[in-house]
């Protein structure tokens, strides 16, 4: 991006102020964010209910566990050889090549149904492993910016207020957290057949998909780009990378990873909790304007309708939350966002039940998924803590680092999640996950560092 971009005032890095220069940045800049929201939509219309599709098409609870695994590999993998493909051809070129990439692989979850199973020297490959090699295509545009992220907002946003510059910039991007899942809700509901109303969803993520690779490649101006100047030097660099990483990262990166291990067990399971364990919907009456509306949901688009309750809350909580960072520091925030986390596991599993002779089952998962939304209130607290330690213009390497090092310990935890699951129970996997997340959250609360500027 251009370097020439003034010294940010303090008083005006507020989330409302830097979200609204966020939008008067360079034409280059604003293309990759709409090009981010665009695939952010359609990645976040399908996800989450990939295991369901996967079930639809024959898959076991072990199956999907690996394919959580596989996620975790990719999301390991991928950053490092992102940025070497982006240094050798351009940031434009790469960004064109890596949406038309995960276009594609939003089209083969749209046609895995029709290719039906397939019997090669007497082994028999079933339509779910297609949902695996679409995930390889899917993820490619995630493979691109996520370090430059962290950079962009560490260099225009003042010290003392990076929580504040995260919390801008999160919120536009989970606005499309937002709509995805409710878009994908709204489409589900249009058929009976998950396998039929699911590829509905995936059709407009093609759209979708089409429409942030064309907007990047026509709008993407990256003549002063100067993110990732040098070229990936191989494995040499990642092992200097590592040593080099700044001291105060280090409990935090060890308490991130457990939690994320924790969530990583359970979150593709999320879904069959609400389809298959509780097997609930929602009937109701909706009145708006004198008039009334029958409403009724199956289970598959009430869970679209509970992750849009869930981002909701996310939404109106992450900007006041890194408001008060400022005032009690990074640390209890973010601690606050793991320790939902930890928790969300056997609140969701037990949760309702608990709640149920008050409250119908479904208003508990309202009340309960509300509740997981406030994870993520720690998330640009969190982010400032990672990139606040680094040296100016070293925040995207030493962001890329801790994510490959984390992502890379994470890798195991959804088929050990999936193995659980299938072969003890799903309430015993949801309770190892939970007391793993407690652990984690515990340990960065004892041993955990604060970011001088806010302490």
């Given at each position: 991006?251009?370097?020439?971009?003034?010294?940010?005032?303090?008083?005006?890095?507020?989330?409302?102020?830097?979200?609204?220069?966020?939008?008067?940045?360079?034409r280059?800049?604003?293309?990759?964010?709409?090009?981010?929201?665009?695939?952010?939509?359609?990645?976040?219309?399908?996800?989450?209910?990939?295991?369901?599709?996967?079930?639809?098409?024959?898959a076991?609870?072990?199956?999907?566990?690996?394919?959580?695994?596989?996620?975790?590999?990719?999301?390991?993998l991928?950053?490092?050889p992102?940025?070497?493909?982006?240094?050798?051809?351009?940031?434009?070129?790469?960004?064109?090549?890596?949406?038309?990439?995960?276009?594609?692989?939003?089209?083969?979850?749209?046609?895995?149904?029709?290719?039906?199973?397939?019997?090669?020297?007497?082994?028999?490959?079933?339509?779910?492993?297609?949902v695996?090699v679409?995930?390889?295509?899917a993820?490619?545009?995630?493979?691109?910016?996520?370090g430059?992220?962290?950079?962009?907002?560490?260099?225009?946003?003042?010290?003392?207020?990076?929580?504040?510059?995260?919390?801008?910039?999160?919120?536009?991007?989970?606005?499309?957290?937002?709509?995805?899942?409710?878009?994908?809700?709204?489409?589900?509901d249009?058929?009976?057949?998950f396998?039929?109303?699911?590829?509905?969803?995936?059709?407009?993520?093609?759209?979708?998909?089409?429409?942030?690779?064309?907007?990047?490649?026509v709008?993407?101006?990256a003549?002063?780009?100067?993110?990732?100047?040098?070229?990936?030097?191989?494995?040499?660099?990642?092992?200097?990378?590592?040593?080099?990483?700044?001291?105060?990262?280090?409990?935090?990166?060890?308490?991130?990873?457990?939690?994320?291990?924790?969530?990583?067990?359970?979150?593709?399971?999320?879904?069959?909790?609400?389809?298959?364990?509780?097997?609930?919907?929602?009937?109701?009456?909706?009145?708006?304007?004198?008039?009334?509306?029958?409403?009724?949901?199956?289970?598959?688009?009430?869970?679209?309708?509970?992750?849009?309750?869930?981002?909701?809350?996310?939404?109106?909580?992450?900007?006041?939350?890194?408001?008060?960072?400022?005032?009690?520091?990074?640390?209890?925030?973010?601690?606050?966002?793991?320790?939902?986390?930890?928790?969300?596991?056997?609140?969701?599993?037990?949760?309702?039940?608990?709640?149920?002779?008050?409250?119908?089952?479904?208003?508990?998962l309202?009340?309960?998924?509300?509740?997981?939304?406030?994870?993520?209130?720690?998330?640009?607290?969190?982010?400032?803590?990672?990139?606040?330690?680094?040296?100016?213009?070293?925040?995207?390497?030493?962001?890329?680092?801790?994510?490959?090092?984390?992502?890379?310990?994470?890798?195991?935890?959804?088929?050990?999640?999936?193995?659980?699951?299938?072969?003890?129970?799903?309430?015993?996997?949801?309770?190892?996950?939970?007391?793993?997340?407690?652990?984690?959250?515990?340990?960065?609360?004892?041993?955990?560092?604060?970011?001088?500027?806010?302490?």
């Amino acid at each position: 991006m251009s370097e020439t971009k003034s010294t940010p005032d303090p008083e005006e890095t507020s989330p409302l102020e830097t979200f609204r220069q966020f939008f008067a940045l360079e034409r280059d800049v604003l293309a990759v964010s709409l090009a981010m929201f665009a695939f952010s939509l359609g990645f976040q219309m399908t996800n989450r209910f990939l295991p369901e599709y996967m079930v639809a098409l024959g898959a076991s609870g072990f199956v999907v566990g690996l394919f959580g695994t596989f996620g975790n590999v990719i999301s390991a993998l991928y950053p490092y050889p992102g940025g070497a493909i982006s240094d050798r051809i351009g940031s434009r070129y790469a960004l064109t090549a890596f949406g038309l990439i995960s276009t594609v692989g939003f089209a083969v979850w749209l046609v895995a149904p029709n290719v039906g199973a397939i019997t090669v020297a007497g082994v028999t490959i079933e339509p779910w492993i297609w949902v695996f090699v679409g995930l390889v295509l899917a993820q490619a545009w995630k493979s691109f910016g996520l370090g430059a992220t962290f950079a962009v907002v560490k260099q225009a946003t003042d010290p003392s207020r990076l929580a504040a510059g995260f919390a801008s910039t999160e919120t536009f991007r989970r606005t499309a957290f937002l709509i995805g899942p409710v878009l994908a809700a709204v489409l589900i509901d249009l058929h009976p057949a998950f396998t039929v109303s699911f590829r509905y969803v995936l059709a407009v993520a093609v759209v979708f998909g089409v429409v942030g690779t064309l907007v990047q490649h026509v709008l993407y101006d990256a003549s002063d780009d100067t993110v990732g100047g040098g070229r990936f030097e191989g494995v040499a660099q990642i092992r200097r990378d590592l040593r080099d990483m700044p001291d105060p990262l280090r409990p935090l990166l060890i308490g991130d990873t457990l939690v994320r291990f924790a969530n990583g067990m359970v979150y593709v399971f999320f879904v069959l909790v609400v389809t298959q364990i509780f097997s609930v919907g929602l009937e109701t009456t909706v009145a708006v304007g004198g008039f009334s509306y029958p409403l009724d949901l199956s289970p598959q688009a009430f869970f679209g309708y509970l992750l849009g309750v869930e981002m909701v809350v996310a939404l109106l909580t992450m900007a006041p939350a890194a408001k008060l960072a400022e005032r009690v520091g990074l640390k209890p925030v973010v601690a606050l966002g793991f320790f939902v986390y930890g928790a969300f596991p056997v609140v969701l599993v037990y949760g309702p039940e608990l709640l149920s002779p008050t409250v119908p089952i479904q208003w508990a998962l309202v009340l309960v998924f509300a509740f997981s939304g406030l994870r993520f209130a720690g998330l640009p607290s969190h982010k400032a803590l990672i990139v606040g330690p680094a040296e100016q213009g070293a925040g995207g390497r030493v962001t890329g680092t801790y994510y490959l090092l984390r992502n890379t310990i994470v890798i195991p935890s959804a088929a050990i999640g999936g193995y659980l699951w299938d072969f003890v129970s799903p309430e015993v996997a949801f309770t190892v996950a939970a007391v793993i997340g407690v652990v984690g959250t515990g340990y960065f609360l004892v041993f955990g560092e604060e970011f001088e500027a806010y302490a």
